[in-house]
């Protein structure tokens, strides 16, 4: 934890979560990042693999209600703040980024990608795939 503290992170956070869970409308905080690097940046560090490649998986950031997103320095204390809760891989826990593995100005350009994503998934109209399983699921 080099720029922040832990007191600091924590409130970061828990107010994050505080505008998370209102749902509350609020402006967002500039992206000084580059989009275009944070993109590979994304795949690297393996972002997508719990994320999905538009931000819609295991915990879904294409949205503008997650108050984690609500600023880069918000952003960056999250990535940082999780050593204590480090799990052993393989995991579906969201892991620890610290700043010797993803620097600062790495995290901002990640950041300046995620913004990007539009909460638009496909109607299941759209995927046969899908709509065969859930057709099937009902018929039991
Ligand atoms: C092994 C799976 C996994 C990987 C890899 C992963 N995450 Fe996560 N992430 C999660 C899970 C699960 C959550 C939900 C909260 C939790 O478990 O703490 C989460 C939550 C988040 C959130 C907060 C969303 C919110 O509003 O609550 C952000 C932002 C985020 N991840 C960004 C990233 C970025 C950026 C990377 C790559 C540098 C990454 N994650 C890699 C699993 C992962």
Redesign the pocket.
């Known amino acids: 934890m080099t720029k922040f503290g832990k007191k600091a992170a924590a409130t970061l956070i828990c107010s ?2 505080l505008l ?1 869970t209102a749902g509350a409308q609020v402006e967002y905080g500039p992206a000084t990042g580059n989009a275009e690097n944070g993109k590979q ?2 795949y690297d ?3 997508y ?3 999905g490649f538009g931000g819609i998986g ?4 294409a949205n503008d ?5 609500f600023s880069e320095e918000v ?1 960056l204390a ?2 940082r703040a ?1 050593a204590d ?1 480090n ?1 052993l891989f393989p ?5 620890n ?1 610290p700043a010797d593995s ?1 620097p600062d100005d790495s ?1 901002k350009d ?2 300046a990608f ?1 913004r990007t994503f539009k909460d638009d998934p496909p109607e299941v109209e759209d995927i046969p795939a899908l709509k065969a399983i859930l057709e099937a699921a009902q018929e039991n």
């Open positions: 994050g979560m998370t940046l994304y560090h393996g972002c693999g719990c994320h295991r915990k879904n950031l209600v997650s108050g984690i997103m952003f999250y990535l999780r809760m799990p995991t579906q826990n969201m892991p980024y993803l995290a990640i950041y995620i």
